[in-house]
């Protein structure tokens, strides 16, 4: 059972999800040692005591007292990453924190452990928040400093938590997910030796340059076997996660907002909340922590509502129309997206008539959007609507009503964000201002109200270049990059709570942010605007690292949108099956499509609606990477167990290699299963070695494997498993 148990006596404290157990316990000094993470302990007793735990024999012991601490300030014989950095009134800038007290919060679906802590030299009161659910493999970790003097202190640096491996006779290596625009969630390795490892971003934004997560393991986990430690910060700004091997032997992990540029006063009974840091064990290799992440977000993170539902076929007007939009052109195309069976149609950039002034071009719709939304509706289609709520033009009203509203510096030159492809010229608004907040969600609302429209893009196109807030007392200045962040959540969780039907995307370009508090808002999220079929292979693969297939979107999957980023033409049905695998999108040219492209693209929504169920609702199991072959496999299993998809994806297959068979996972063992295939006849043509699928049990999927006869390159196949 999942619970956490607190021993006064021994000021010991264990907390236990369904396959690890963390444990920390003050030590003879008064720090909190950590003592454990790692797989589960029923017993107690058996856990180390302080001592027993460190790494090292330490010959100085106040160097012994302050490793292994579950949130290091910055003081004493630490030199490691602290958790805690402050400026005090006096002049000091160490603190060293002490235990103080704990609290027990029991809910029915989850328990909470609060445990205070208390510099030696001053009222300053650190706040340790550990949850943990009834029905998640996670704990969640995050901290409060608070003022508890009469004179200010200013926070240097305030991490949500420091996590401390357990020594193990090999170097962890680290996996992370990195990239830039176009490929983004790229896997990254490297071995961890006595060095510190800084992920971080300080673009403003979460991703997708670096990504809030990290894996850890002993060099030997694979996709479905070992034991991997795994965190993701729930932050959207400046984000710091470090990987440190100290001098001791001690590896510890700190996650928090960067601090970077970052200053933070506290004034007298002020408070400084972190975000929080989620962190868990996988005993069946990275597989089993992604699932584990899934479960986690499907019951904890994404909005309430948004698990029922299905992802619609969408139709987006981005990859073929650009911001050549107008209501003429609109209404040839919605007849189009209503034959290829879309249930949403989204009018992306270019409807506005200007960034900042949330309302249509007039040029382009001269009635408003009126006429294309009761068309779009009356052919029986949602309507949606594309927003980049955060920049400016220079010749919109907004800018012209309140130039003060622009993020820079004074004496320092305007940093323009120059988008030639489109000729547009834009400025970040200072979302960290209140004034700004009101208004920008008081547009948005205005929006929702006045189209009726059910799903909102949120995009995003730059990185924050002058983050300056003059207006703003001096010692107040730094705090913009996080009061912009929590600006920002506080407009989506209006929205959210104000119209819980509206579907909201999470653009940022792609993946400009990547982290699990966005997914607290944003049910879908564009996961690259490179459509190139065997760069989503890839993109994906890292992408369900941390999230949910089901909210793979992006710009267009069934589009010609990636062919400019490595001129290469691939087949509408590569491109379509591995969109089926996510919140499958449309963005062909449909007017300028074919009578037979036209039904070859239905053939394609109408599979995704038949089969979506599975990959939306279902266990994702990775069975292949196309980073070690010349093709990749994706599973999906239902929670009960009854259908099972494999998705197969084969490109310069060579030489009449067979690929090995697919070993499948998550399926009832006992049970009997009828195999569908969609893709190519796999009797596969000449000299072919696969027969027709008879039904097979689901010890043999696993056991054996299920073979596919790839042929050539872009060859992709879909097979359907159900129980008999
Ligand atoms: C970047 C996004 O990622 C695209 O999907 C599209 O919405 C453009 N911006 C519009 O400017």
Redesign the pocket.
Known sequence: MNMIVADEANRRFVLNTKSFTYAFQVNDAGFLTNLHWGGRIDRVDDLPTTREVLCHRHYLPRRGEVTRQEYPGWGGEFYGEPALKADFPDGARVCLLQYESFQMERNTDCEELTVALRDKGYPLEVKLHYRIYADSDIIDRRSEIINRGEKPVVLQSAMSACLQLPRIDHDYRLTHLAGRWGKEHTLERQLVNQSKITLENRTGLSGPLAVPFFALDDGSATEHTGMVWFGTLHWSGNWKITVEREYNEQVAICGGINDFDLSWPLKPDEAFETPVFSLGISREGFNGASRILHDYERAHILPPGAMQKTMPVIF?S?ASMG?DVSEEKILHVAEKAAEIGAELFVI??GWQSALGDWFPDKRKFPHGLKPVIEQVKALGMDFGL?V?IESFELNSELFRSHPDWLMSFPGRDIYYNI?EE?GRTSMMLNLAREDVREYLHQSLRQLVIETGIKYL?L?M?CFFTNPGWNEESPALRQTIWVKYVRNLYYIFERLNREFPDVLLEN????AGRSDLAMNRYFARM?RS?NQDPLDILKMHEGYTWLHLSRMAG??CHISDAGYHINLRKTPMKYQAYIGIMGSLSVGKNLPGCTAEELDEIRIYTDLYKKLRHIPQFGDLYRIASHYDNPYAAFEFVSKDKSEALLFVFGHSIQFADKVPAFRLHGLNEDAVYEIEYYGNNPQGGYNASVNAYQPISGRGLHEIGIRVELLGDYDARILHFKRN
């Not at 653009?507 to 792609?510: D, H, K, V």
């Open positions: 987006n981005w911001i992306d950039d594309w980049e988008r489109i893009k995009d196109n653009c940022a370009s792609g564009n605007d992006g710009g």
